[in-house]
Nanobody, 127 residues
């Protein structure tokens, strides 16, 4: 059973930075993709960024390109999301997510394609 421990959310002023962490365990698939989704009040859950376990392929939503950086520490089975130049519109609950096996690189772009979810961590960008 895949499980996540998320941390790093909080309140930050516009222009500030936060780093989210997702410690994962229980993977048995040879290939999987881990990433972050977010959901703002009244909006659908959207993919923010993800990274594959093989070759470290990365994906970023257009809205965060150049501001967010995803990275992984395979020894610690942890994925990080460094968020810089935060904007009020980045305010949301951020969820760690994973898709496993064949087709996961494409499936994880949509919430319906995610196999496992974390509980979420709240990020609030406000002055």
């Amino acid at each position: 059973q895949v499980q996540f421990v998320e941390s790093g959310g909080g309140l930050v002023q516009p222009g500030g930075s936060l780093r989210l962490s997702c410690a994962a365990s229980g993977f048995t698939a040879d290939y999987y993709v881990i990433g972050w989704f977010r959901q703002a009040p009244g909006k659908e859950r959207e993919a923010v960024s993800c990274v594959s376990n093989s070759f470290g392929r990365t994906y970023y939503a257009d809205s965060v390109k150049g501001r967010f950086t995803i990275s992984r520490d395979n020894d610690k089975n942890t994925v990080y999301l460094q968020m810089n130049s935060l904007k009020p519109e980045d305010t949301a609950v951020y969820y760690c997510a994973a898709a496993l096996g064949l087709g996961s690189w494409v499936r994880i772009r949509q919430a319906s394609g995610v196999d496992y979810w974390g509980k979420g961590t709240l990020v609030t960008v406000s002055s």
